[in-house]
């Protein structure tokens, strides 16, 4: 497998804060990783060598780590994400609803993010309470890891993991909302990313303890309706497997991490680019990417 880390540059959700927002103005996670294209709404411009990633399945399964959090109990965690991917699922196409639905096959034992060739899987999300695992991303409140291939863009696999050192809440009073969080995780799950329209849930800013991100906006919905267009039959997900079948346990230690990072509070300066002018919360971009070779 090769193994890839890319960030997408803050720089663009920066700028973005100073834009109009325009109509479609959503943006697709694609599979280019160097040399990109880049529109002037900060969109990686699909094409040839920059493939939409999407999901080859109408019915995708998610999964709460069994333990969930400290400070946040697996039936109240299980709520926000039933809430969360429910949140895309009702998403109101023009023809119809999304061609996508969701299963939620939790609680899992596993809880590792990591995607196994030829052995069972999960799209686990996981709480971290004790410590935030990850180098220059302190201040990160979830990180979602994709799994792709490189050269279909299909999506294997993605696994997202919240930030339990924070102040992680449910109900009232608000801290940093869950299910607000997990509604913005899941877009990425989905396959978008960022947008420049500053009323989309998927736009790179969140403030503690608001809930607005729990619901959709237009430019949301048409993200998703792109990605994932009505079907005459879109069926009732009575098959959520996930690719090589579903495994609560873990197979063998994650082999790398690509992610979507949500930020919260000031950004670290180095490496990136115009991140004072953001506020609240700001997203990074990281990938993982399944190389053709080693792909199955």
């Not at 197979?251 to 790398?256: N, R, S």
């Amino acid at each position: 497998m090769r193994t890839d880390h890319l960030a997408l540059a803050i720089a663009a959700a920066a700028t973005s804060l100073a834009l109009a927002t325009p109509a479609g103005a959503f943006c697709r996670t694609t599979t280019c990783t160097e040399n990109c294209t880049v529109a002037a709404d900060g969109c990686t411009e699909v094409g040839p060598h920059a493939l939409a990633l999407s999901w080859p399945s109408t019915c995708v399964s998610f999964d709460v780590h069994q333990d969930a959090s400290s400070h946040v109990p697996w039936g109240a965690a299980d709520t926000a994400a039933r809430a969360a991917f429910g949140a895309w699922e009702a998403a109101a196409c023009t023809t119809g609803t999304l061609g996508l639905k969701f299963q939620d096959y939790g609680p899992i034992t596993c809880a590792q993010h990591e995607y196994n060739a030829g052995q069972g899987n999960a799209n686990v999300i996981v709480f971290r309470d004790e410590t935030w695992p990850y180098a220059g991303e302190a201040n990160a409140l979830a990180l979602t890891t994709v799994t792709f291939n490189v050269d279909t863009a299909e999506i294997y696999d993605a696994d997202i993991e919240v930030n339990g050192t924070a102040n992680i809440t449910t109900g009232m009073p608000v801290g940093y909302d869950l299910q607000a969080i997990l509604t913005h995780e899941a877009g990425h799950f989905l396959g978008l990313a960022h947008s420049p329209d500053a009323t989309a849930t998927m736009f790179p800013r969140y403030l503690a303890g608001s809930t607005s991100l729990r619901s959709l906006a237009a430019d949301d919905v048409a993200g998703a309706c792109a990605a994932y267009p009505p079907r005459a039959e879109p069926g009732d997900c009575s098959d959520a497997t996930p690719r090589h079948g579903f495994s609560s346990e873990c197979a063998v230690p994650p082999t790398g991490k690509g992610s979507c990072a949500l930020r919260s509070g000031p950004l670290p300066a180095t490496g990136w680019v115009g991140v004072s002018l953001l506020s609240g919360l700001a997203l990074a971009v990281r990938r993982r990417r399944q190389g053709r070779s080693r792909a199955s």
